[in-house]
């Protein structure tokens, strides 16, 4: 099944991919390098409404679909995934604000995101618990009226730059995902201590940290959904995490070809360019095909999200699309780097960082191991 982007969505691609070319580019080396956040970056994109674009625009956003959406995050990782996710992670948390919270919560918080004046940050993970959601360990306990929530949250993005934060903690302990609820916590909240972590093989250029939650009172209208709601109301989203993470794979999987056509296309060898060997010629081939492969298993991911009509046929294609397109992201970049040879292994060239970059994509939002468990589950 093919899908054909309208007008429009081609003009968002061009409009991206022209700030990904002028302003990411140049500055992608430096900021892998120095490990800095790209707060200058943010704040362009969100002119060009490439910060949380699935904000209505009645809350200032863009009001993108999934499929929109996706063409935006492909376009930002093509250029550098470090940047393109210090710029697609803004909004971590907004989904669950925009479909379950108060109306106080999508005006307060909702147009600072997208005007890129605030992030979000979404605390789910834990030391012990990544793909095991339902066993998370941090408690939230109620005092009149409000609640004290304690325990550690590991590997949030935008842990240290976020100003809210949408924090997932078990309310009936030991009725493992039927107690877990849903809290929106300030960021600035006496006891939220979040310890940045700078020692990432690639996406340098976002930010990550580990959270130590300590005694946090928030009020009971501080609960976003019902209580012991949480992990219902957060499986609305899994299909929408995982495609934007296959529409991840598949633009830094393009950035690696490009950065492998284009070295093939100056270096020579033995009196000719390295493109007219076949060998090399054949690799830049299968690279392209596995790009394009994943970038219609994607789209058809979210076109089936999109529409809305069937969940299931939804979370398969979503698993299918970050499975297939996060697999041959890591497979297309290692081979950028083999065109490259010698020059591929030194930060000279984007191959390597491309590389380092890509493999995040078979971890996070599910694990490769977890979509297989998935897709396998609607099959047999």
Known sequence: MAFQLSSEQEAIRDVVREFGENEI?????????????????????????????????????????????AVVTEELWRAD?????????RGFGTSMIRKFGDEWMKEEWLPKVAAGES???????????????????????????????????????????????????????????????????ETDREGFEPTKIDNKLGIRASDLAEIRLDDVRVPEENVIGAVDQGFYQLMNFFADGRTSVAAQAVG????????????????????????????????????ATN?????????????????????????????MAKLFASEHAVEVADEGIQVHGGAGF??????ERFYRDARITKIYEGTSEIQKNIISDQIL
């Open 81 to 89: 995934p470090g940047i393109g996710s210090a710029i697609g992670s």
């Open 291 to 319: 790009v394009e492969a994943a970038r219609s298993l994607t789209y058809r991911a979210a076109s089936v999200v999109d529409e809305g009509n069937d969940d299931q046929l939804a979370a398969k294609f979503a698993s």
């Open 346 to 351: 030194v930060t000279d060239h984007p191959a």
């Open 25 to 69: 580019r140049p500055v992608a080396r430096e900021h892998d390098e120095e490990k800095r956040y790209p707060h200058d970056l943010v704040e362009q994109a969100a002119r060009y409404d490439l910060v949380a674009p699935t904000i209505p625009e009645e809350y200032g956003g863009a009001g993108m679909d999934l499929l929109t959406s």
């Open 119 to 185: 992030a979000t940050c979404s605390c789910i993970s834990e030391p012990a618990h990544g793909s095991d959601v339902a066993g998370i360990e941090t408690r939230a306990e109620q005092d009149g009226d409000e609640w004290v929530l304690n325990g550690d949250k590991m590997w949030i993005t935008n842990g240290t730059i976020a100003d809210v934060a949408v924090v997932m903690a078990k309310t009936t302990p030991g009725e493992r995902h039927r107690g877990i609820t849903a809290f929106l916590v």
């Open 252 to 287: 830094a999987a393009q950035g690696a070809l490009d950065a492998a056509a284009e070295y093939a296309g100056e270096r020579e060898q033995g009196g000719k360019r390295i493109s007219e060997y076949q060998a090399v010629s054949h690799k830049i081939a299968e690279m």
